[in-house]
C-alpha cells in the first residue's frame, strides 16, 4: 500500500491485556487509495494492522484496524496439551507452522491442555496459566513473555501540570479473603502449607470470605500454591481503575519534558488536587493520538 498522507484523527489504542492494540483515522472520500480495502494491511513506524471496518461518515471514511495476528488466529489445534514445560516450550510448540517465534527466559514450569482452539488462544492461556505479560513485534513476528513489563520511572500525572480530568471506578463484585485450593486428583496444599488446606490474606478487609479453586492441571503442591497465593493476592483487593485525561508532555514538549515520558505497563502517580487523589498504579490502557499528544488518555489500575 503506497504512504497515506491524507487523514485525520489518527488514533492507536493499546491494552495491556494481550498486548492488543487497535488504529483508527479518516480519510477523505476523494483521496482514498485503491488498496484501503477489508482485510489489507497498514504498517506504521511500530506495528502492522489489520483493516477490519471501513465506515462511511460525511465526506470521509473512517478506518479501523487491529494488530495484524493473523496467523495465529487462523493455525487451529484439535488437542493441544503441554506438561511440566516453560513458557518458552509451550510457545514454540504453540507457533510451529506459524512463522512466529517468541522470547522467554522465565524457568517456572506449568501444564497445559486445550481442545479445539486456535495457537492466538493457547498464548492468551499462557498468559493466565504462568501469570505472565505478553509483547508482540507484529512486524517481526515475534512475541516476547515477561513477568511484568513496563518500569517505574517516577512519573505522574499532576493536575497542576498535565492531568486535565480523572475519573475512579471501584469494585469489590468479586471479593475474597481465603482460597481452597485443589489439583489433580484432589491435590491440597497441606504437605506445603503447614497442614491447612487454606490461604487467607487480610490485607483489606477482615471479613472471611472463601473461594473454592479446583484446577486439575495441577499436580504439584508447590505450585499449586504459589499460584493459589498470586490468585488471592488479586481476590483479596478491591478492583480500582482511574481514567486520566493527559497532557503527554514528553511528545508534545519534547526534550523539555522526556522525564514525563510513560508506556504501557509503567507504573506512575496521580496526584489530582480537585478530588486529593493521591494513588500510584500501571497503565492498563492507552488512547494516544500521535499528533494531538495533549489528547492522549490513560486508564491506570490495579487489576
Not at 69 to 90: P, R
Not at 192 to 208: A, H, P, Q
Request: net charge neutral.
Amino acid at each position: 500500500m503506497p504512504p497515506v498522507t491524507m487523514y485525520k484523527d489518527l488514533k492507536i489504542e493499546k491494552v495491556l491485556n494481550y498486548d492488543d492494540k487497535t488504529l483508527s483515522f479518516s480519510i477523505p472520500i476523494n483521496a482514498m487509495p485503491e488498496q484501503m480495502i477489508l482485510e489489507n494491511y497498514i504498517q506504521t513506524q511500530e506495528d502492522e494492522y489489520v483493516i477490519k471496518q471501513i465506515n462511511i461518515s460525511g465526506n470521509y471514511y473512517n478506518i479501523v484496524a487491529q494488530l495484524n495476528i493473523d496467523e495465529l488466529e487462523g493455525t487451529h489445534w484439535e488437542t493441544f496439551t503441554t506438561t511440566a514445560q516453560t513458557v518458552q516450550q509451550t510457545a514454540n510448540l504453540a507457533l510451529a507452522g506459524t512463522g512466529w517465534t517468541c522470547v522467554c527466559d522465565i524457568s517456572k514450569k506449568r501444564s497445559i491442555k486445550k481442545t479445539n482452539v486456535y495457537t492466538w488462544d493457547i498464548l492468551k492461556q499462557i498468559v493466565k496459566t504462568y501469570r505472565v505479560e505478553m509483547l508482540i513485534d507484529s512486524l517481526n513476528k515475534n512475541i516476547t513473555f515477561v513477568e511484568k513489563r513496563g518500569e517505574d520511572k517516577g512519573v505522574y500525572f499532576s493536575s497542576q501540570l498535565n492531568l486535565k480530568s480523572v475519573g475512579k471506578q471501584a469494585q469489590t463484585t468479586s471479593f475474597y479473603t481465603r482460597i481452597i485450593p485443589v489439583g489433580k486428583d484432589g491435590l491440597t496444599i497441606e504437605s506445603v502449607n503447614n497442614g491447612k488446606k487454606y490461604l487467607e490474606n487480610y490485607t483489606y478487609s477482615s471479613k472471611k470470605k472463601t473461594y473454592y479453586w479446583k484446577d486439575e492441571r495441577y499436580t504439584n503442591a508447590s505450585n499449586l500454591k504459589e499460584d493459589a497465593e498470586a490468585k488471592l493476592a488479586d481476590l483479596a483487593t478491591p478492583r480500582v481503575s482511574y481514567i486520566c485525561d493527559i497532557i503527554d508532555l514528553a511528545k508534545a514538549k519534547k526534550n523539555d519534558y522526556n522525564f514525563l515520558e510513560y508506556g504501557l505497563g509503567d507504573t506512575v502517580t496521580i496526584i489530582d488536587s480537585k478530588t486529593d487523589i493521591r494513588v500510584t498504579q500501571r497503565i492498563v490502557k492507552l488512547t494516544e493520538y500521535p499528533e494531538n499528544p495533549e489528547q492522549n488518555q490513560c486508564e491506570i489500575s490495579n487489576i
